[in-house]
Nanobody
């Protein structure tokens, strides 16, 4: 699975952005998909994830109610709708794929075998 994220940009606090992640290769629908982010000087952190074939999602506490992950397996796409953005959301956002066959969503970056190149999100206050 190859991943390419896009949709980042500069937005004012309180604004919205929609990130997209396009996947290529086989068996996309067999992968759990996640979004992670990394701010300058900080470690990469989990943002949201969605299971491969059912609409089960998990979110970091800091983004609950503001960010929404979704996927379209027919188009091999994953999305992250980001509303009510805050300066603390400024980071590079990465999409990632976890090929697990287990019925669980991992929050650990080490569980995800495939990563996109990242897209910059900057929120001005």
């Amino acid at each position: 699975v190859q991943l390419q994220a896009c949709g980042g940009g500069l937005v004012e606090a309180g604004g919205s952005l929609r990130l997209s992640c396009a996947a290529s290769g086989r068996y996309f629908s067999n992968h759990n998909m996640g979004w992670f982010r990394q701010a300058p000087g900080k470690e990469r952190e989990f943002v949201a994830a969605i299971m491969r074939s059912v609409a089960i999602t998990r979110y970091a506490e800091s983004v609950k109610g503001r960010l929404t992950i979704s996927r379209d397996n027919t188009k091999k796409m994953v999305y992250l709708q980001m509303n009510s953005l805050q300066s603390e959301d400024t980071a590079i956002y990465y999409c990632a794929a976890d090929p697990t066959r287990e019925l669980r969503i991992s929050l650990a970056a080490t569980a995800y075998d495939y990563w996109g190149q990242g897209t910059q999100v900057t929120v001005s206050s």
